[in-house]
């Protein structure tokens, strides 16, 4: 079946350092992946959409690449910062797949 | 703009009732998601609505429904509720590109409802 897999449930990293979340599909080719943040009581927000002819997209520290070979995103946040502890989802819009997320904590 | 607004934020029903909640999307928005999401089972698709018409569905059983109005704002309903059905539900309101992809979500506060 069709799946979008957040393998990691929880990353806990050190403030400063780069944070890296994997985004994993399986049995489909999404034409494009969204990735977004959740606080605890909150709705998902939007950050970044990257296309599949697209390698790489940044915003600020925010940094997602696309690699339709091994069916991957990986999301990147440099410099981390304790206020960038919260769950991050990917999804593919179209069929309103979402990963399953990945709490972030980063410890000052 | 004004962003997309869910009530109530909070219910509290019992086994066997049905319930009601609202989504107004952002204006201009025509496609409104709704989304079920449990500490156990993630964000879960229930429905898309677009110009008033379902056009997605989710693996969810018959009681859950909604239903689109023509300012787009949007309803699900729940019937003969259980205790499985606490969760908290998300609204998305979304525009779509010229290829019909649809742009980024955005999601209301959610309700959250706890069935006992």
């Known amino acids: 079946s069709q799946k979008i897999e957040q393998n990691s449930e929880a990353l806990n990293i050190q403030e400063g350092k780069t944070a890296t979340l994997t985004c994993n599909y399986t049995n489909y080719s999404p034409a494009y992946l969204q990735w977004y943040r959740q606080d605890p009581g909150r709705g998902p927000v939007f950050l970044l959409l990257?296309?599949?002819?697209?390698k790489e997209k940044r915003k600020e520290r925010l940094k997602v690449t696309f690699d339709t070979t091994l069916k991957q995103s990986l999301f990147h946040i440099t410099a981390s910062q304790p206020a960038d502890s919260a769950t991050y989802l990917c999804?593919?819009?179209?069929?309103?797949?979402f990963g399953a997320g990945t709490r972030l904590t980063v410890k000052p | 703009k004004a962003g997309v607004t869910q009530t109530p934020r909070y219910l509290i029903k019992t086994r066997g009732q049905q319930v009601t909640l609202s989504c107004s999307p952002i204006s201009g928005h025509r496609s409104v998601s709704w989304y079920q999401q449990t500490p156990g089972q993630g964000l879960q698709f229930l429905f898309e609505?677009?110009?008033?018409?379902?056009?997605n569905k989710g693996n969810f059983p018959g009681r859950f429904s909604g239903r689109q109005f023509s300012n787009s704002r949007s309803e699900m309903n729940v019937s003969t509720l259980e205790l499985g059905d606490s969760a908290l539900y998300l609204c998305?309101?979304?525009?779509?590109?010229?290829?019909?992809?649809?742009?980024?979500?955005?999601f209301g506060p959610g309700t959250r409802l706890t069935v006992t």
């Open positions: 999804a593919n819009n179209n069929d309103m797949r």
């Open positions: 998305a309101s979304s525009s779509e590109g010229l290829a019909g992809e649809k742009d980024e979500q955005y």
């Open positions: 990257i296309r599949e002819n697209e």
């Open positions: 609505y677009f110009s008033e018409t379902q056009r």
